[in-house]
């Protein structure tokens, strides 16, 4: 890992690194997990997660203003010499749980750094951004550093099971009337390998994010003893409707912010391609077609998705299910909406008697702009600290909870400033998650020249 040029990086940056590393270490060892059945709940992670932040970060919790969010999630305000423009930096607190039987090289709690990474769960989801921010802070502090305008810090806590804590941020900021001039959370990252046919890493910027529903398909009959089964049954009858919405995708577009990333790419595109991307918005059907055929990861970017995530029938081998049901996850793409979603999937199942019922309804999230100061800020901060990297918008595929804070900003955007490559993208939220001891540095100096240059 590593890559920005020595001029990148100040001369004591194997210090600076270290530090951060060992603020790190602690905080992902507490196994702060988050569980949708609050039954299965810890808090007492929670609390020994705050308590360590304070430990780590003195100067911060002494001379930032805390408010406590329910569900121990935390809001920190930094005054700056004007209130006119605030800017909130997100991070969340809470992990996803740990398959115990997946081949992990290294314990997911132990933080142990092994070749130059830190492994362990949280690493890159999200506990690198909370650190980076908090590190960030906390040495412009020591130099009696006061940022030109109010920086808020909101660590949430339910992130991973989209709970209340970053809604219930939003609410406290709205009370007191904060208007954020623009917001900033986790999402892209710098990526390596990140577009097919691109060698330089391309620093995404998330500017939306396609939004999260979930559908539940039901079929109910007469169900019975096994020996005597009946054609299309519920379990035949929801497995015909699976097989249907499978081989029904939704129609492929693009979306104003991916021409973007695509005319940036185009100059470092293989020259077959760079007309072809340079010229994105006149050449947008042609272009479709070469991102749907271009393998998953691309040809998300042109539709809402559809996967099938969860399957329950029969409580016995030897009973016929009197119901069968099908959970159904959708990432729905800029342009379309929950309701034209439903009516796609009903058309496409084309059966009455399968259920659709909308269990939980997210549409993707406004278009935050690109031709304005917020991202411009982003953007150059981006080349001084990544100069390899080409900095371009994007639209998240997953969701955040900068989500919620559309509602009070316009401008909200989505940006992890590490190196990862492919294969830690495709650790989060699996096994072997893990960050590069330097790409935390640079990271951390990343947001700490993103708060100077606040103006």
């Given at each position: 890992m590593g890559g920005s040029t020595a001029s990148a990086r100040p001369a004591d940056f194997a210090e600076v690194r270290d530090r951060t590393v060992a603020k790190l270490q602690p905080l992902v060892r507490i196994p702060t997990v988050s569980h949708i059945d609050p039954g299965q709940g810890d808090e007492a992670p929670f609390v020994a997660f705050t308590e360590e932040l304070a430990r780590q970060f003195p100067l911060l919790h002494e001379h930032l203003e805390l408010?406590?969010?329910?569900?121990?999630?935390?809001?920190?305000?930094?005054?700056?010499?004007?209130?006119?423009?605030?800017?909130?930096?997100?991070?969340?607190?809470?992990?996803?749980?740990?398959?115990?039987?997946?081949?992990?090289?290294?314990?997911?709690?132990?933080?142990?750094?092994?070749?130059?990474?830190?492994?362990?769960?949280?690493?890159?989801?999200?506990?690198?951004?909370?650190?980076?921010?908090?590190?960030?802070?906390?040495?412009?502090?020591?130099?009696?550093?006061?940022?030109?305008?109010?920086?808020?810090?909101?660590?949430?806590?339910?992130?991973?099971?989209?709970?209340?804590?970053?809604?219930?941020?939003?609410?406290?900021?709205?009370?007191?009337?904060?208007?954020?001039?623009?917001?900033?959370?986790?999402?892209?990252?710098?990526?390596?390998?990140?577009?097919?046919?691109?060698?330089?890493?391309?620093?995404?910027?998330?500017?939306?994010?396609?939004?999260?529903?979930?559908?539940?398909?039901?079929?109910?009959?007469?169900?019975?003893?096994?020996?005597?089964?009946?054609?299309?049954?519920?379990?035949?009858?929801?497995?015909?409707?699976?097989?249907?919405?499978?081989?029904?995708?939704?129609?492929?577009?693009?979306?104003?912010?991916?021409?973007?990333?695509?005319?940036?790419?185009?100059?470092?595109?293989?020259?077959?391609?760079?007309?072809?991307?340079?010229?994105?918005?006149?050449?947008?059907?042609?272009?479709?077609?070469?991102?749907?055929?271009?393998?998953?990861?691309?040809?998300?970017?042109?539709?809402?998705?559809?996967?099938?995530?969860?399957?329950?029938?029969?409580p016995a081998h030897n009973v016929i299910a009197s119901t069968a049901r099908a959970g159904v996850n959708v990432r729905v793409l800029v342009g379309d909406t929950v309701a034209s979603v439903v009516a796609h999937v009903t058309k496409a199942i084309h059966d009455k008697r399968v259920t659709i019922s909308v269990v939980e309804a997210g549409e993707a999230s406004p278009v935050s702009p690109v031709d304005d100061d917020a991202f411009r800020l982003l953007e150059s901060t981006i080349a001084e600290v990544f100069p390899d990297a080409v900095p371009t918008p994007y639209v998240m595929m997953a969701a955040t909870d900068s989500r919620f804070f559309t509602a009070i900003c316009p401008r909200v955007y989505r940006f992890a400033p590490f190196r990862m490559t492919k294969a830690q993208r495709q650790a989060i939220h699996s096994y072997d998650e893990h960050i590069g001891i330097d790409d935390l540095g640079d990271g951390m100096l990343w947001y700490q020249r993103l708060i100077e240059r606040i103006a």
């Amino acid at each position: 890992m590593g890559g920005s040029t020595a001029s990148a990086r100040p001369a004591d940056f194997a210090e600076v690194r270290d530090r951060t590393v060992a603020k790190l270490q602690p905080l992902v060892r507490i196994p702060t997990v988050s569980h949708i059945d609050p039954g299965q709940g810890d808090e007492a992670p929670f609390v020994a997660f705050t308590e360590e932040l304070a430990r780590q970060f003195p100067l911060l919790h002494e001379h930032l203003e805390l408010t406590r969010i329910p569900g121990h999630a935390l809001l920190f305000r930094w005054p700056g010499a004007s209130a006119d423009r605030p800017v909130v930096l997100m991070a969340h607190i809470d992990v996803v749980p740990v398959d115990e039987a997946a081949p992990w090289q290294h314990p997911a709690f132990e933080a142990r750094i092994v070749d130059a990474q830190l492994w362990g769960r949280g690493t890159l989801d999200d506990k690198a951004c909370l650190v980076g921010i908090a590190e960030a802070v906390e040495r412009l502090l020591e130099r009696g550093f006061r940022p030109a305008q109010d920086i808020w810090l909101s660590f949430g806590s339910t992130e991973e099971i989209s709970g209340d804590t970053a809604r219930l941020a939003v609410a406290e900021l709205r009370s007191r009337g904060v208007e954020p001039w623009f917001v900033l959370d986790e999402g892209g990252a710098v990526a390596a390998d990140a577009f097919p046919w691109i060698t330089p890493p391309l620093a995404v910027v998330g500017v939306s994010e396609k939004g999260t529903t979930t559908l539940e398909l039901r079929v109910d009959g007469r169900g019975g003893h096994a020996s005597t089964p009946v054609r299309m049954d519920a379990t035949a009858r929801l497995a015909r409707a699976i097989v249907r919405l499978d081989a029904s995708p939704f129609p492929a577009s693009i979306p104003e912010p991916t021409l973007e990333m695509l005319r940036r790419i185009a100059p470092h595109a293989p020259l077959p391609l760079r007309a072809l991307f340079g010229h994105a918005t006149r050449l947008r059907p042609a272009l479709t077609r070469v991102l749907v055929a271009a393998g998953p990861e691309p040809a998300a970017l042109t539709r809402t998705t559809v996967a099938v995530t969860t399957l329950s029938g029969s409580p016995a081998h030897n009973v016929i299910a009197s119901t069968a049901r099908a959970g159904v996850n959708v990432r729905v793409l800029v342009g379309d909406t929950v309701a034209s979603v439903v009516a796609h999937v009903t058309k496409a199942i084309h059966d009455k008697r399968v259920t659709i019922s909308v269990v939980e309804a997210g549409e993707a999230s406004p278009v935050s702009p690109v031709d304005d100061d917020a991202f411009r800020l982003l953007e150059s901060t981006i080349a001084e600290v990544f100069p390899d990297a080409v900095p371009t918008p994007y639209v998240m595929m997953a969701a955040t909870d900068s989500r919620f804070f559309t509602a009070i900003c316009p401008r909200v955007y989505r940006f992890a400033p590490f190196r990862m490559t492919k294969a830690q993208r495709q650790a989060i939220h699996s096994y072997d998650e893990h960050i590069g001891i330097d790409d935390l540095g640079d990271g951390m100096l990343w947001y700490q020249r993103l708060i100077e240059r606040i103006a």
